[in-house]
């Protein structure tokens, strides 16, 4: 079964450092998400691709948070510099379109020291 | 402003009692909602969505637009449905179909 992959699975950083992010959705999906998901809060979303459209940013700090999925398939979050509030899960999720049934990545976990 | 409560960090029953987790929403125009579980060392992954109307491993929902809440339920709880769960809201019609979600009830179902 068609799982979306995410890598790296552990990532540790230290503050100031630069970190990314790659996610690979389950072929065929045409929207994409990143979420960040707080110790003991629910996932909130940073961004929605549509292709290779960015569709929501609204809650993506772009001061140090950018997002690419240049051909509409893979996407690369990064962060720099990494702050640390940025500790976090970060999940990737792939959906079909027009749906609101979403497929998780197993996420990444970034540590900032 | 899209919103979506569950006020229970925690619910912990026996094996056999009912199961209610509660989920309250807040949205201005025709929501369609969702419920998504966590179980351990696993992915997170829908459970039920509201315009379906199914039961799925013995859990249903009802949208109740009066009371704007869509309360998850099961009869007699089982040990493994102890997870944590999500209600998640998306508006209908957009063509973003942002999901936004709760902070998550954790159920834990003693034997």
């Known amino acids: 079964e068609a799982e979306v992959a995410q890598s790296p699975r552990y990532k540790i950083t230290e503050k100031s450092q630069a970190v990314a992010f790659w996610c690979d959705p389950i072929?065929?999906?045409?929207?994409l998400y990143w979420y960040r998901q707080i110790l003991g809060q629910g996932p909130e979303l940073l961004v929605q691709?549509?292709?290779?459209?960015?569709?929501?940013d609204s809650q993506l700090p772009k001061d140090r948070f950018s997002a690419e999925r240049l051909k509409g398939v893979d996407s690369t979050l990064k962060i720099q510099p990494a702050e640390l509030g940025d500790s976090a899960m970060y999940l990737c999720?792939?959906?079909?379109f027009g749906t609101g049934e979403l497929f998780f990545g197993e996420g990444s976990r970034l540590t900032v020291l | 402003a899209q919103r979506v409560t569950q006020p229970e960090k925690l619910l912990s029953v026996f094996k056999g009692a009912p199961v209610e987790l509660k989920c309250n929403y807040s949205?201005?125009?025709?929501?369609?909602l969702f419920w998504y579980v966590q179980y351990s060392r696993q992915r997170l992954q829908l459970l039920l969505r509201h315009i379906s109307r199914e039961s799925i491993k013995g859990f249903t929902a009802d949208l109740n637009k009066g009371e704007t809440s869509f309360h998850l339920k099961k009869p007699f709880a089982q040990e493994e449905d102890s997870a944590m769960y999500y209600c998640a809201l998306s508006g209908r019609g957009g063509a973003t179909n942002k999901l936004i979600f709760g902070t998550g009830t954790l159920l834990a179902v003693q034997p």
């Open positions: 949205y201005s125009g025709s929501p369609e």
């Open positions: 691709f549509q292709d290779e459209s960015v569709v929501d």
């Open positions: 072929s065929g999906h045409a929207t």
């Open positions: 999720a792939s959906s079909p």
